[in-house]
């Protein structure tokens, strides 16, 4: 029987801001080598005499990003299922095992593999080993989860502690992230693991303890996958049936409660990429400890992770800091109190800043946008539409647009009439004019929008017609 890896994608990393924000969180960025961190998940199981292909499980705001990256990566996915509202990953893994089951007899079963999106696993053999190990007993009916062989006296982790010493073994506990001194007599005593949140069980084994210990969780995973539509390459899941279901972790409703919990020991380089500190780790450092990425200069640093991604950045006579910084944002923290991140994204929602949720640079289906300037009534964004997409029909209640074509050929729709504009060509929008922009060409759109009116609000956007599902 072969393994369905379920990918779990619907995580913020708040505390990797600014780099990851809400609306294009880490899972979709290049913070470990050149591809996406959701990227080399799905490369890790894309062996096909092992796997059966990949589902993913994400936020509905992240569906067209997924779906690019696995086909950037040359991957193709037997689904995504799109959640409307996040609930944890004991409901995220429910219904992925509803939808492996979907298509099956009532007699067939399916073996899960669920992995996080946002990880790191330097070597792939010994993943590939523990998961074959893991198969045997998770055909015997046990659900398996990971235990990384600690490096070190983690206080960012979860523990899992054994029964045994080698081998698949029962588990005889799991506890809370610890104390400096609790961690160190854990890794002492040669007992416990790192809880590495993956898994693997059969779908039905998984869906039978669920609905014995958390029957609640079940029943409201059950309406929402049967009262969800496909969309294409989507499975959207029911709003009104989710909400009802209460938000709980596979381990606190499952796995900490269950009498078939065993644990297979994996020494493979995992991380769990969760803090600025966790990627000094894992980078290459220089002769005084630090890891660069981007344009740096240092003189007299040490201990620091310091990473630029378009300005110059320059540091002298500091030790222990991170230093990072986005096209809108510079975050300064010493590497102690890199898990407070989180309380800066929490101050700028409260305080209803942009900067928590988007980018500079926001990613669309059709392509993306960069938002170059802006002051009291008026706005610039440098808009780049991919080859053959569409923006969609709309229309505006408060604001004026006037295109400027860079690069490319645009087909621009105004009212009742339709318009090839190419190079130093341009084109004026009024307000409340129904209009659309695309790509005829071969090569990518580049154009130059200015917006001027009372409200420049994303949310003043009406569409009428979309390509991707989004009109109202």
């Known amino acids: 029987m072969k393994i369905t890896p379920i990918i779990l994608s619907g995580g913020n990393g708040s505390r990797l801001w600014p780099q990851s924000r809400a609306f294009y969180p880490k899972q979709f960025l290049s913070l470990f080598g050149d591809k996406t961190m959701l990227q080399n998940t799905l490369e890790r199981v894309c062996e096909s005499e092992i796997y059966s292909p990949p589902v993913v499980v994400a936020n509905e705001e992240h569906r067209f990003i997924v779906a690019e990256q696995s086909r950037d990566a040359g991957i193709c996915l037997d689904s995504i299922i799109l959640e409307p509202l996040a609930r944890n990953t004991a409901p995220a893994v429910a219904v992925a095992a509803l939808n492996a089951l979907d298509s099956l007899d009532v007699e067939e079963d399916a073996l899960l593999l669920v992995l996080a999106a946002d990880h790191v696993i330097i070597n792939a053999n010994a993943f590939k080993q523990a998961v074959l190990l893991a198969k045997e007993s998770a055909l015997e009916g046990k659900l398996v989860t990971f235990g990384v062989v600690p490096e070190h006296a983690e206080t960012g982790y979860g523990y899992i502690k054994s029964k045994g010493n080698s081998g698949v073994q029962p588990v005889e506990k799991f506890v809370e992230k610890p104390d400096k001194i609790t961690a160190e007599n854990y890794v002492a005593s040669g007992d416990y693991y790192w809880n590495s949140g993956m898994f693997l069980f059969s779908a039905r084994q998984y869906l039978s303890e669920l609905n014995i210990l958390e029957p609640s969780i079940h029943e409201s995973c059950v309406s929402a996958y049967q009262a969800g539509v496909k969309d294409r390459d989507f499975i959207r899941l029911s709003e009104e049936a989710l909400e009802q279901c209460p938000d709980n972790s596979i381990d606190y409703a499952v796995m900490e409660k269950t009498n078939s919990a065993v644990v297979v020991p994996m020494d493979a380089g995992w991380c769990d990429v969760g803090s600025w500190s966790a990627l000094w780790l894992l980078g290459q450092k220089d002769d005084n400890n630090n890891t660069v990425q981007g344009d740096v200069i240092l003189d007299n640093v040490e ?130 004019e129904v209009h659309a922009l695309e790509n005829p060409g071969k090569i990518p759109l580049q154009l130059i929008e200015v917006q001027t009116g009372s409200y420049l609000g994303e949310d003043d956007i009406v569409r009428l017609n979309d390509l991707y599902g989004r009109a109202e």
């Open 303 to 432: 201990n620091c992770y310091v990473h630029s991604e378009k300005s110059l950045i320059a540091a002298i006579g500091v030790e222990n800091l991170v230093i990072t910084e986005s096209d809108d944002a510079l975050l300064i923290a010493h590497k102690d109190c890199v898990q407070d991140v989180k309380k800066v994204v929490k101050t700028l929602k409260e305080n209803n800043r942009a900067e928590a949720l988007v980018h500079r640079k926001v990613y669309r289906p059709w392509g993306f946008y960069d938002s170059v300037d802006s002051g009291e009534r008026f706005q610039v964004k440098r808009i780049t539409v991919n080859a053959g997409e569409k923006l969609s029909v709309q229309k505006h209640h408060h604001r004026a647009e006037h295109w400027v074509v860079v690069s490319g050929t645009a087909k621009v729709t105004l009212g009742d009439k339709e318009l090839l504009i190419t190079e130093n060509q341009s084109t004026y929008i009024p307000v409340g």
